[in-house]
C-alpha cells in the first residue's frame, strides 16, 4: 500500500494536470479522462456516467451505512483580472497556482488519496463511496444529483470545498424566484390606479422587512435580497407588468418548500421558483465525523456558500483545504502545504470514524 507522502505527491501531480485540462461545468469529459487515470493507476474499479467518476471501496459491504466522499472537477471560467496563464499550473512560492486549484481541485485531489489510503483496508465501520462530480459550478442536472440513484442509501457525507479545513457543519440553501406583478396598461397621462410599478413597490418593502422567525445557531436568519427589477420599454407607457428576480439564502431551519409557501402568502403576485432542489445541509456537532474534527483541533461554523451539499439528503459535512475567499477569484492558488495537511487531516478523521 502506498504511504501518505508517495499518495500526497501523486495528488499534487493530478492537480497539476486537472489544472491544465480546461473544465467547465458541462465540458468536463477531459478531467474525467484524468480522474479515470487516477483511479486505473491505482487498480482500482469505477464507473463513470456523463462525466461524474465513482468508485467503492474494495471491501464493500451492502449490510454497512454508507459514506459518501466528493467533491468536483468543473470549473467556472475566468475572469479578464488574471495576470497568470488560468490554465498553466505554475508552483511559486508554495503556491500552486491555476484555475480550479483551490475551488475545488485541492479538495478533490485531497479526497482521491485519501479514498486510496483506505481502499483496500477491511473491517472499516462504514462502506465508502468516492464521486469526483461533474457540474457543480452550474448546479447542473448532469452532477452529484444524477449519481445518487446509481448509490447506496447513504448514511452521512464529507463534501471538498475550501475550509481551511475547519469544519463547516451547516450550509445555506439557495432559492431563486422569478415574481410577476400584474397591473393595466396605459397612457402615462392617464390615471391609473393599477399600475404594475406601483403595485410592485410595496412586495419589495415586504422582502426588505419581512423575517422568519427561526433563526439557525450556526446559519443565522433566512435572507432575502431582490437582486433584480424589469418593467416597461416606453416612456409614456404604464406596463402591464413588473418582474422581480428575489435571491434567498435558506438556513438549515427551513426547507424551500416552507420559505416558498410563506412567500405566496403574503405577496400578490405570481411566484415561481426556478429550482426547488437547492435545500439547506447540516450535520448535528455530535456526529463522529464533526467531533473526530474537534478531537483534532478544528472548529465548527456555517458556511454562506452553496455546493453540492444541497442535492444530498443524509448528513453532511464540508471541509476541505485552500481557502473560499480565493474562490472565483483571479491568479486562484493554493498553498502545497494545505493540500499535505488536508490529505493528513482526512485520514486521521476518517481513521477514527472507522475506529481504527
Known sequence: MK??????????????????????SSEEQQTALLIENWFNQNEIPFKRENNNVWAFNKHFDKNKPTLLLNSH???????????NDPFKAIVEDGKLYGLGSNDAGGCLVSLLASFVYFYEKENLAHNIVMVASAEEESSGKNGLNSVLKHLPELECAIVGEPTLMQLAVAEKGLLVLDVKVKGTPS?????????????????????????????SEQLGPVKMTVT??????QHNVVPSECDLVVDIRVNDCYNNSQILETVRANVD???NPRSMHLNASSIPVSHGLVQAGITLGRTTYGSPTLSDQSVLNCKSLKLGPGDSLRSHSADEFIYLNEIEEGIELYIKILSDFFKI
Open 3 to 24: 504511504n501518505i507522502e508517495t499518495l500526497t505527491q501523486e495528488a499534487i501531480t493530478l492537480l497539476k494536470n486537472l489544472i491544465e485540462t480546461p473544465s467547465f
Open 73 to 83: 472537477h468543473d470549473t467556472v471560467r475566468p475572469n479578464q483580472a488574471y495576470t
Open 187 to 215: 397612457h402615462a397621462a392617464h390615471q391609473n390606479d393599477d399600475s404594475a410599478i406601483y403595485k410592485t413597490l410595496p412586495i419589495v418593502e415586504w422582502f426588505k422587512n419581512y423575517s422568519f422567525e427561526k433563526v
Open 228 to 233: 433584480q427589477i424589469n418593467a416597461g420599454k
Open 269 to 271: 403576485a405570481e411566484v
